[in-house]
């Protein structure tokens, strides 16, 4: 498999090493991509998003003309930031942020606070099992669209979702996986 993660900004490399672990626990004989460019997407069989700031990862992704090359790879694990970059309604976006509409959910931008509202927690996901999640100035899933399968839950707010959108999987997490296991992403690249 060629597995890519999306290395511009925020919290790239913990992704690579968690992609890196799962493959191996999978035995997947894989091949690893920092994705910074268009040709960087040719062939990738899975791509990791990264936590980061939305804002940011718009106006570079932008710039480089990248927005579109998203829609063709297979799976895609969009944490945080990348869900939201990701979603179809942005609440609290800046002037000009718009999602890619990938998957069809409104996000609330820093729905918890500041990043001294930053916290952990328990979580029982789905098929999954139970995890730590590491919530860093994270957003909230206001509105789910039709066929979106709910995965994990906060205090009643979906925080971890699946979406089979023809022949594209969609996981996405507003929280960080990557920094307390890799379970997601051996979700990911085994379904
Ligand atoms: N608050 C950030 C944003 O709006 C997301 C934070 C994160 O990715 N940990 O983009």
New binding site residues.
Partial sequence: MRIGVLFLQ??AIEHEHAFRKAAKKLGIKAEFVRVRKKTDFSGLDALAI????????QKLLERKGLLPEFSKVPKILA????L??ISSKIEDGIAGQKPLGLIDIAVK??AYGSQLD?FECELEAKGIGAVHAI?????KITKLGKGMKVIARHGGDPVAISKKKGRQLILGTTF?PELATSVFHEWLLSN
């Fill in positions: 925020g919290g990264p936590g980061g700031e939305s804002t940011v990862f944490t945080c930031a990348g939201i970059l931008r820093n930053s919530f860093i100035r994270a957003p960080h």
